[in-house]
């Protein structure tokens, strides 16, 4: 189908490289992603332009009579990087491919390409919504191209393949990944084909870098509603590919009539919850994370039932495999780590009188968290019963007024000890090690437990006085 609706609201210089085009006798489109965020007007910066022939010489002229900068050329793929400035939308980053055809051998993802026809291009593209194109030349400039009904399917919000599902995915099966990408961030619906032949291929995922793997699925949790893509990838076993610990946190097990909840509908529940209130990314994955170890834990008695004791601090070691296996950065990992253990912290102070000095042992071990821990905490409360719901959350309010309250009292943004362990070895005269450890932590209890106040002098003071104190241990202990 064709529609000039496109026309008059390209950016002002692709006009230009229409004209250059036309100038050098060369047939040139827009495609992809941009195409795809045009239509249904969401924010898009990278531009992909596709020629018909060979797009090195073309990206040469583009740099040389349009004023292009920073030319950067992939040889293995024949394509071409570049910034340019347009008057309006100020720099853009445009890459241009040359049409082609792919195969692939069935053992492989590195395809054998071929200069093609532009449905060839189009044909090899993963979804409908992506097989689109946008004439430059100025005869058919805005005209959309579209051979696989890809306009219906935006209008109908479905994601499906252009050629067999089975084909498009045995030729790259990172595309089954993006299937549930765009649906957790389009709010689309699988192709009822295209998720049977995730279904049934899903262990081709296999073959893919884990890299390339876990940039997909941490695009998923950057959703709106990640859940979305996490059903998929659960329902097509993908994610038991990916994360088997994750799935085997589903299901319930019934003994003597009694069962537990099903913990990893329960962890969905958790992260699109959090979503709605935190866009940070490795918050997302500690919601993901942080019943990562209650099957491992799980355990069944009759005095008490299901139980899950000492699930916190087995989930960080599993939480340390997952980023490893996942290749993750590991910068993050403390933190995600950090999350997972206090998730329940909170929990028993809401509960009843809450002390001075257990609000700080939560501050002091949160640190500059605390506010991230009880965001996931209430993101946790999943309850069907709104009067239990109700109940917790203002319990959580009167904690949060307990930290303001001991917080303000302390002069305490944020839980730090007002002497740090270099001012303890200058103080004493010692060097790094055990000590400096010990009489750290001793002065840091003291504050949390209201021995002493929190200031300086007063942690110095005691500082001396508990390394005397050692001291004089040391001297009166028996000779060994």
């Not at 765009?182 to 995922?205: G, N, W, Y």
Request: charged residues 30%; negative net charge; aromatic residues 6%.
């Amino acid at each position: 189908m064709a529609d000039n609706t496109l026309h008059d609201t390209l950016p002002e210089i692709l006009y230009s490289i229409g004209d250059l085009a036309d100038t050098e006798g060369i047939q040139c489109y827009l495609v992809g992603g941009y195409v795809r965020d045009l239509l249904m007007q969401r924010p898009s910066q990278d531009i992909d332009i596709m020629v018909i022939g060979d797009p090195i010489p073309f990206t040469h002229s583009i740099e040389r009579k349009l004023g292009g900068r920073n030319f950067v050329l992939f040889e293995r793929f024949r394509t071409a990087r570049l910034e340019i400035d347009d008057p309006h939308e100020g720099p853009i980053l445009l890459e241009l491919v040359g049409a082609r055809k792919e195969s692939y051998n069935h053992d492989s993802r590195k395809p054998i390409t071929e200069v093609g026809t532009l449905q060839d291009d189009l044909s090899r593209r993963d979804f409908t919504i992506n097989a689109l194109a946008v004439s430059l030349n100025s005869e058919t400039r805005g005209s959309i191209i579209d051979l696989f009904h890809g306009m219906e399917d935006m209008q109908l919000h479905r994601l499906r393949t252009p050629l067999e599902p089975e084909k498009t995915f045995s030729d790259d099966p990172l595309r089954m990944m993006r299937a549930a990408r765009f649906s957790s961030q389009l709010q689309f619906r699988l192709d009822p084909v295209t998720l049977e032949a995730m279904k049934a291929m899903h262990q081709r995922i296999g073959i893919v870098s884990r890299e390339r793997v876990s940039n997909e699925f941490l695009k998923i949790m950057q959703s709106p509603k990640p859940s979305v893509g996490l059903h998929i990838l659960y329902e097509t076993g993908l994610l038991k590919e990916i994360l088997p610990e994750i799935t085997a946190m589903s299901g319930i097990e019934q003994v003597d009539g009694l069962g537990h909840k099903d913990t990893m509908l329960h962890t969905f529940q958790v992260v699109d919850k959090l979503a709605e209130k935190s866009d940070k990314l490795w918050l997302r994955i500690a919601a993901l994370l942080h019943d990562i170890a209650k099957p491992a834990t799980k355990r069944f008695a009759k005095s008490a039932g299901w139980t899950f004791h000492g699930h916190e601090v087995v989930g960080t070691r599993i939480a340390a495999k997952i980023f490893r296996n996942m290749r993750w950065p590991q910068d993050p990992r403390a933190y995600v780590q950090k999350m997972i253990r206090l998730h329940h912290r909170p929990i028993p102070l809401s509960g009843g009188d809450i002390t001075d000095s257990a609000v700080r042992r939560l501050m002091f071990e949160a640190g500059e968290d605390l506010h991230d821990l009880m965001t996931l905490c209430r993101a946790d409360v999943t309850s069907k019963n709104p009067r239990k719901v109700r109940r917790i959350m203002e319990n959580f309010n009167r904690v949060e007024e307990k930290i303001a309250e001991v917080g303000e009292k302390d002069m305490l943004a944020k839980w730090r000890p007002p002497v740090n362990g270099k001012e303890i070895m200058d103080e004493l005269g010692l060097n790094e090690g055990r000590i400096i450890g010990i009489i750290k932590k001793k002065m840091e209890a003291a504050i949390i437990d209201g021995i002493i106040p929190y200031d300086h002098d007063a942690a110095m003071e005691f500082v001396r006085t508990t390394w005397k104190e050692m001291q004089q241990e040391d001297n009166n202990s028996p000779a060994t």
